[in-house]
């Protein structure tokens, strides 16, 4: 098992940054891929960025240039550095984690809120 608490969200105005974390705890060394995803308001929950074992990464086409995916093993911590922000970027956060066994594990959310 696996568990995933994120946190850093909040209310940030338009091109502003915030710099959002999620730590893993349980099972992690059995952890190859860890995302980020989003839902706004009335919208479907979209990928936002992966990281993978090897520290690749990939991200939305919506934030390529603003939002940075890292990882810091020692800490078992994912951050998501989001820069120029803009309104629709307003949305529930989650953080997603899967295993090498194929098990995926969600966070339960950081709600981020960018005013115009």
């Known amino acids: 098992q696996v568990q995933l608490v994120e946190s850093g969200g909040g209310l940030v105005q338009a091109g502003g940054s915030l710099r959002l974390s999620c730590a893993a705890s349980?099972?992690?060394?059995?952890?190859?891929?860890m995302s980020w995803h989003r839902q706004a308001p009335g919208k479907k929950r979209e990928l936002v960025a992966t990281?993978?074992?090897?520290?690749?990464?990939n991200y939305a086409d919506s934030v390529k240039g603003r939002f940075t995916i890292s990882r810091d093993k020692d800490k078992n911590t994912v951050f998501l550095q989001m820069n120029s922000l803009k309104p629709e970027d307003t949305a529930v956060y989650y953080c997603?984690?899967?295993?090498?066994?194929?098990?995926?594990?969600w966070g339960q959310g950081t709600r981020v809120t960018v005013s115009s």
């Open positions: 997603w984690a899967m295993s090498t066994r194929g098990n995926d594990y």
């Open positions: 990281i993978n074992s090897a520290a690749g990464t």
């Open positions: 349980g099972s992690i060394a059995s952890i190859n891929v």
